[in-house]
C-alpha cells in the first residue's frame, strides 16, 4: 500500500500528521504537486514534481495509484477516479469518499459549481479546526491498522 497525498492544497498540518504515520507505519508516502516540495528526510516519504496545469498532478496520481492505495484529496473528482481504480480516498477533515457517497458528493460540488458560475456567492469551506485534524487522525490510524 502507497498513500499518494494531492499536495498543492493539502494544509500542512494534515502533511505532518502523514509524515509521522509514514514514519510509524513505514508506509511510502508521495507528496505529488506542481511546485517543489521539501519532504522531511525519511526513507518512506518522497515528493513527485509534475508541471503546472489544470489537473496535472490528479492525472498523475490517478496514473500511478493501485488498488489498495489511498489517497488523501479533497478533489472530490479525483476521489472519483481512484474509488473506480480500487483505491482508498481520504480528504483532509477525516472524511472518506466511498462508492456510496461519491456520486452525491459529485453532484452537489456541480450544483455548487452551477451556483457560483450564476453570481450566487456560496462562500468556501470553514477552516480546518483542531476537531478535523483529530477525526483527520483517528481515521488515517484506523486505515493504517487495518491495511497493514
Not at 48 to 66: H, M, S, T, Y
Not at 88 to 114: C, S
Not at 115 to 138: E, H, K
Amino acid at each position: 500500500m502507497h498513500i499518494w497525498i494531492d499536495a498543492d492544497a493539502c494544509p500542512k498540518v494534515v502533511k505532518e500528521i502523514l509524515f509521522r504515520a509514514a514514519e510509524r507505519t513505514q508506509t511510502p508516502l508521495t507528496l505529488v504537486a506542481n511546485q517543489y516540495l521539501r519532504p522531511p528526510p525519511s526513507p518512506f516519504i518522497t515528493s513527485l514534481q509534475v508541471p503546472a496545469g489544470f489537473d496535472v498532478a490528479d492525472n498523475e496520481i490517478v496514473k500511478r495509484c493501485e488498488p489498495g492505495d489511498l489517497v488523501i484529496t479533497a478533489d472530490i473528482p479525483l476521489a472519483a477516479e481512484i474509488i473506480a481504480k480500487g483505491g482508498h480516498a481520504l480528504n483532509p477533515r477525516g472524511e472518506f469518499y466511498t462508492r456510496e457517497n461519491i456520486r452525491e458528493r459529485l453532484n452537489m460540488r456541480d450544483f455548487m459549481d452551477t451556483l457560483r458560475a450564476s453570481g450566487v456567492d456560496t462562500g468556501g469551506p470553514p477552516p480546518l479546526n483542531q476537531t478535523d485534524r483529530r477525526n483527520f487522525a483517528n481515521q488515517l490510524d484506523r486505515f493504517l491498522t487495518q491495511h497493514r
